[in-house]
């Protein structure tokens, strides 16, 4: 594979690794560039017989304590034992991304990005010892190379989070290359997978195909389109606004167990161990062969003490409790695949022509009942439904595809409306007063305004850029920030209304140039890419270019602000977050020097440093929007240059703890054992659903 157009050599990175880091279930597949055959890793700690390819996410904490103890099979295993009182076991903990979810704060004051890398920390150590064991045993770890899934639902902060959380888990170092750690929105990478078994049904070039990844926690959806011009390679473009929600199939068990707690409700509480036995035969037995129409029957353990009771009026008789088709339809399964089907209705509006398929993928996606209510409320709409072979394993082997071939996606559609904070000419109808400042050329113009550099819904392939050139007096630093707007229609013009949201800060440090004196105007060019699963922001200063990949601010959407959160090691190394309101100490401060200057293209620049800016978390809100607003015509720069030692070539890279979690109390996600919503698949590992 060639280079990367930002430096990065692929081929210094013989080994890609897929890892699908799941709500209830996490895998891994892997593959060498040379053959690019993908192999899975089926081995887990502890799993004893279990067959399924996948392994728990779960963690086991002692109370008050923040050192892991165990993970996966172990985790729940230990947690099992009659002794395992001064224990925590977490699961579901990636839910604590999902910002439209509210959930209690972690006990033992854990943080919710630590307790992901404590996860994948000890899930990559089992993953290299498997890798080193194969043929993979010819290289070392520094030679593998990263494709992490993300739901399509994230917003920026939360794949920032997710990348941190990677970076502290050790998979990468702080000061690689971002590309050695790609991101993937999990439907995409499902796509991927389906693309490479659609010949099993014969899609061809220009033909539109929708994923529905459903497992354990979110199901997330996203349509694409097969681009194939003749002689040329297969790929992929994104036609729709991909969105999801957190109804995966762990909210089936939270209302089987409500359900099971009612039928008993008159014989008293059921006791923990009598509940996980039923639960286990929920998910093992009952959940995947369910079809909406027979009925099921649940043998009680004997740890409830009713082995030989009848009770006609809940279906009891001797012990075994008859499970009527009508009840678990409208009370556990119907209330879930009701809000999957809304899902995809939403993707269906998006794109009005012809869909020819839509594919069943995640653990939830198995489901037999699942398939049927689709295929009863979308049959007639679409070319076919389909549910490919393995496909709770579709999302962990796409993402190896992905980091085999990055360029096999050459489109997708924007989240969000993004753009910059500038100046531009004032238009007293239109602009309050109190905005107006008159710059150097004597002109007035109006300041914090909305500079828009690409439309939600707008579609920009992965090479698009849109850039924009500025000057700068020479030696300032200078800093720039990324807003974006999740409404309809044109976006305010203002980037303090209250629907505009500040997503990213990116200080920029003026490299030492020869021959320019202190006072003189440097251009200046700031590119941002928007095709890709981050956003990638590069700054040009003549020959340097620095490279941006989305990191988070400790200040989110939860309270914190980041003057009180953010931890600066190694001292004067680091810049602080620039005070709000200050004018800038430097007269010209940015300015514009040609009017808003757009241009798309793809370009090469030879230094490459890379940084990672603050990425402050906000919701995103997803669905169709119109067409691309004309950026005005002139403007200047309003950015603050702060002084300061921003970059360290790659060593000194910016570390920030993840904010305290306020979320107010929901549901617990972590109470102790049992969880609330962890199954474990059958003994032959071929029906079960329920992970992602």
């Known amino acids: 594979m060639e280079p990367s157009s930002s430096g990065f050599n692929y081929a210094d990175y013989p080994v890609i690794v897929g890892i699908d880091f799941g709500t209830t279930f996490s895998g891994c597949c892997y593959a060498f560039a040379?053959?690019?055959?993908?192999?899975?890793?089926?081995?887990?700690?502890?799993?004893?017989?279990?067959?399924?390819?996948?392994?728990?996410?779960?963690?086991?904490?002692?109370k008050g304590s923040t050192q892991?103890?165990?993970?996966?099979?172990?985790?729940?295993?230990?947690?099992?034992?009659?002794?395992?009182?001064?224990?925590?076991?977490l699961s579901k903990f990636k839910l604590y991304l999902d910002e439209h979810l509210q959930q209690e704060a972690l006990p033992n004051n854990l943080q919710v990005i630590d307790v992901i890398a404590d996860y994948m920390g000890a899930f990559h150590q089992h993953v290299c010892t498997e890798l080193l064991k194969g043929f993979a045993g010819n290289y070392d770890q520094s030679k593998f190379r990263y494709c992490l899934t993300v739901p399509a639902m994230w917003s920026d902060h939360a794949k920032a989070a997710m990348r941190e959380a990677a970076i502290r888990a050790g998979l990468v170092q702080r000061g690689d290359h971002p590309e050695r750690l790609m991101l993937i929105s999990e439907p995409e990478a499902a796509a991927?997978?389906?693309?490479?078994k659609s010949e099993q049904f014969n899609l061809v070039h220009g033909q539109r195909f929708m994923?529905?990844?459903?497992?354990?926690?979110?199901?997330?959806?996203?349509?694409?389109e097969i681009d194939q011009q003749t002689g040329g390679k297969r790929t992929?473009?994104?036609?729709?606004?991909?969105?999801?929600?957190?109804?995966?199939s762990g909210f089936l068990d939270l209302r089987m167990r409500e359900y099971i707690k009612h039928k008993f409700y008159h014989f008293g509480s059921i006791n923990d161990s009598a509940m996980e036995h039923i639960m286990d035969t929920f998910v093992n037995i009952i959940k995947p062969e369910f079809d909406g129409y027979e009925d099921h029957f649940l043998d009680l353990p004997a740890s409830m003490g009713l082995g030989d009771l009848t009770d006609e009026s809940i279906g009891l008789e001797n012990?075994?409790?008859?499970?009527?088709?009508?009840?678990?339809?409208?009370q556990v399964f119907e209330p879930v695949i009701e809000q999957v089907l809304q899902l995809i209705e939403g993707q269906l509006v998006q794109s009005p022509n012809n869909l020819e398929a839509i594919f069943l993928v995640g653990g939830f996606g198995q489901s037999n009942y699942l398939f049927r209510r689709v295929e009863e409320v979308f049959a007639n709409r679409v070319g076919m439904i389909g549910v490919p072979p393995r496909g709770e394993l579709a999302v962990v082997r796409g993402a190896v595809y992905f980091g085999l071939n990055p360029q096999i996606v050459t489109e997708r559609v924007s989240r969000r409306t993004y753009g910059v904070e500038t100046r531009m000419l004032f238009n007293k109808d239109l602009d309050p007063p109190e905005y107006s400042v008159v710059g150097v050329d004597q002109k007035t113009y109006c300041r914090q305004r909305f500079s828009v550099y690409v439309q939600k819904g707008q579609s920009v392939r992965v090479d698009e850029c849109v850039s924009k050139n500025f000057v700068i007096s020479y030696p300032n630093d200078t800093d720039s920030d990324l807003f974006a707007f999740d409404g309809e229609g044109p976006p305010p013009r203002l980037t303090t209304h209250q629907l505009i949201k500040k997503v990213g800060h990116f200080p920029i440090r003026m490299p030492t140039l020869d021959g320019v004196r202190p006072g003189d105007k440097v251009n200046m060019t700031i590119r941002m890419y928007f095709g890709l699963t981050e956003i990638k922001i590069e700054c040009v200063?003549?020959?340097?270019?620095?490279?941006?990949?989305?990191?988070f601010?400790?200040?989110?959407?939860?309270?914190a602000t980041p003057e009180n959160q953010l931890e600066y090691p190694g001292g004067s190394q680091m810049m602080p977050p620039p005070t709000a309101g200050l004018a800038p100490p430097n007269p010209y401060g940015l300015s514009d020097p040609n009017g808003s200057q757009v241009s798309l293209g793809h370009q090469q620049q030879q230094a490459y440093t890379y940084g990672t800016p603050t990425m402050a978390a906000q919701q995103a809100g997803y669905s169709q929007a119109g067409g691309y607003p004309p950026t005005s015509s002139v403007y200047g720069g309003g950015y603050p240059p702060v002084q300061g030692d921003y970059y360290q070539q790659q060593q000194q890279q910016q570390q920030q703890p993840y904010a305290q979690q306020g979320y107010p109390p929901s549901q617990s996600y972590y109470s102790g054992y049992p969880p609330s919503s962890q199954g474990y698949p059958p003994q032959s590992g071929s029906s079960y659903y329920g992970q992602h």
């Open 319 to 330: 012990g075994s409790l008859c499970l009527p088709a009508t009840e678990l339809r409208e």
């Open 236 to 248: 992929l473009k994104e036609v729709t606004n991909g969105h999801g929600g957190s109804c995966g």
């Open 34 to 62: 040379q053959n690019e055959e993908v192999i899975d890793i089926v081995k887990w700690p502890k799993q004893n017989n279990h067959v399924y390819p996948k392994t728990p996410t779960l963690s086991l904490y002692r």
């Open 211 to 224: 994923i529905c990844d459903a497992g354990g926690g979110t199901v997330d959806l996203i349509v694409f």
């Open 553 to 559: 601010d400790a200040s989110d959407s939860y309270g």
């Open 68 to 89: 892991l103890v165990d993970w996966g099979h172990g985790a729940r295993r230990q947690a099992m034992k009659p002794n395992s009182v001064d224990f925590l076991l």
């Open 541 to 551: 200063i003549r020959d340097k270019t620095f490279v941006f990949t989305s990191s």
């Open 192 to 196: 991927l997978y389906c693309e490479k």
